[in-house]
């Protein structure tokens, strides 16, 4: 019987340290369930600040892309702009260089006349100097 009591203290004490490993294993078991919580936890957190980090990175782009059409749109307003006033100069400068050339027509016209008629008054003259001569040279 000594020897089944010993038996049997044995048993208790294996069975108190399988209790013991049970408890030990079970502490870690929820440890780990913790920290696999709290991983998830900050995944959870890390994940929702990427989110905000996305969304903001989107309005600064969309902001961005916004302030560059608008810059596209003023630059091309001034350039059209600017086509517009070189446009009109250009008529205007077209405009002054008719008027001038029609000005100076009207002299031109009236010189080529004068001389015109400055060769056949020259001519006139020259005929009757002509028939003046031979009057003389008859008489």
């Given at each position: ?100 050339e029609?000005?100076?027509k ?32 008859d008489?």
């Amino acid at each position: 019987m000594a020897e089944e009591g010993l038996s049997t203290n044995s048993d208790w004490i294996l069975i108190e340290k399988e209790k013991n490993d049970l408890i030990n294993l079970q502490i870690k078991f929820i440890e780990e369930k913790e920290k696999n919580l709290n991983f998830e936890k900050n995944n959870i957190l890390l994940e929702n600040e990427l989110r905000q980090m996305d969304k903001k990175i989107q309005k600064i782009n969309l902001d961005h892309k916004n302030e560059i059409e608008e810059i596209k749109l003023n630059f091309q307003k001034l350039i059209d702009k600017r086509f517009q006033q070189l446009k009109n100069e250009n008529d205007r400068k077209d405009e002054k260089t008719n008027s001038l050339e029609e000005e100076i027509k009207e002299p031109n016209d009236l010189f080529e006349i004068k001389i015109g008629d400055l060769f056949k008054l020259n001519n006139l003259n020259w005929d009757k100097y002509v028939d003046f001569v031979k009057i003389k040279k008859d008489i």
